[in-house]
């Protein structure tokens, strides 16, 4: 198979490795499909693996105190799924579903643990993911915590994954927009206002129901840090 085929050339932790380390690395990946809806891992199930996003989305979630589910973060291409169980051994406490027909690489924590030693700079690449995201849940805590909801919407849209159209940044909300308010811990109804409200200050303009343009990322960054 061409390495451009492979999941390996298309994920970031692996993409400082020349084309020969990957498809080293390729040997010992199990690509995996699983389709929208489906159950990827549940708490408490034993998960001795890896997985790393090809394409397609997984929502991350757990049961709360009162039974009702909390979102904890979505994920997309690149991102990496059971790096806790990974480096704790610990069984996860999370439920991961597919939002969407998803590719995954999958590792064998045995195999991960060989490739790490032969290739230090991915386990570099790792610890940048896992930094990057704990900066996204340190900038969403802080607009939490204010209880300005349009902080914590403006914090949201900035950690989206996005792409350039026309020269500008747009994201795709990957939740329905019940979801995103349960996440951001606010209502429907506000969320609505506030993305409104936002369009109308000119920082974003909104297309359809989940399409969302950022006109004004400086904007955007000073709506979403608390004051």
Wanted: net charge negative.
């Amino acid at each position: 198979m061409p390495v451009d085929d492979l999941c390996v050339s298309r994920v970031p932790i692996f993409q400082g490795l020349t084309r020969e380390e990957q498809l080293r690395v390729a040997e010992f990946v199990r690509p995996v499909h699983v389709a929208k809806g489906e159950t990827v891992y549940s708490p408490g199930q034993s998960v001795s693996r890896l997985l790393v996003m090809h394409s397609g989305q997984l929502k991350v979630s757990h049961a709360a105190a009162n039974g009702q589910e909390q979102i904890l973060r979505t994920v997309t291409d690149g991102d990496v799924v059971g790096e806790r169980a990974f480096l704790t051994g610990h069984l996860p406490n999370d439920l991961v579903v597919a939002l969407e027909d998803s590719r995954m690489c999958v590792f064998d924590h045995t195999d991960l643990s060989a490739l790490l030693r032969d290739y230090p700079d991915v386990g570099l690449r790792m610890l940048r993911t896992l930094s990057d995201r704990l900066a996204s849940v340190e900038r969403l805590l802080a607009a939490i915590t204010s209880s300005d909801v349009s902080a914590r919407i403006a914090a949201y849209l900035l950690d989206l994954p996005g792409s350039i159209r026309d020269g500008v940044p747009t994201v795709w909300l990957p939740l329905a927009k019940y979801e995103i308010a349960s996440y951001l811990g606010t209502t429907p109804e506000t969320l609505s206002r506030r993305l409104a409200a936002l369009s109308a200050s000119g920082v974003i303009e909104l297309h359809g129901r989940r399409d969302v343009t950022i006109l004004d990322i400086d904007g955007l960054e000073r709506v979403a840090t608390p004051r």
